[in-house]
């Protein structure tokens, strides 16, 4: 059973800097790639970032551009999001997930995700 455990969230102002991170065990190596994903009050949950774990290929959202990194060390089983420059509209529980298809589609195992919250 693959298991998916998140932690790193927390609170901070804007500007300021988070790393989450998604420690994977089970039977995730049958996964393509692996995404974080955020769901905000109200809205719909929504792929923040995405890596293969060959590493060869990522995915990010238009809004976390140039702010967001994402990568991953093999060695551990385990994913990093590296958050810069904050904004208070990236409030939102993040969750991490493994994909058997691509960054982008066939996502089906989920963490139970980790708060984060930007103020103003």
């Known amino acids: 059973q693959v298991q998916l455990v998140e932690s790193g969230g927390g609170w901070v102002q804007a500007g300021g800097s988070l790393r989450l991170s998604c420690a994977a065990s089970?039977?995730?190596?049958?996964?393509?790639?692996m995404g974080w994903f955020r769901q905000a009050p109200g809205k719909e949950r929504e792929l923040v970032a995405a890596?293969?774990?060959?590493?060869?290929?990522?995915y990010y959202a238009d809004s976390v551009k140039g702010r967001f990194t994402i990568s991953s060390d093999n060695a551990k089983n385990t994913v990093f999001l590296q958050m810069n420059s904050l904004k208070p509209e990236d409030t939102a529980v993040y969750y991490c997930?493994?994909?058997?298809?691509?960054?982008?589609?066939?996502?089906?195992?989920w963490g139970q995700g980790t708060q984060v919250t930007v103020s103003s």
């Open positions: 089970g039977g995730f190596r049958s996964s393509v790639a």
């Open positions: 997930a493994a994909s058997l298809l691509s960054t982008t589609r066939g996502y089906v195992y």
């Open positions: 890596i293969t774990w060959s590493g060869d290929n990522t």
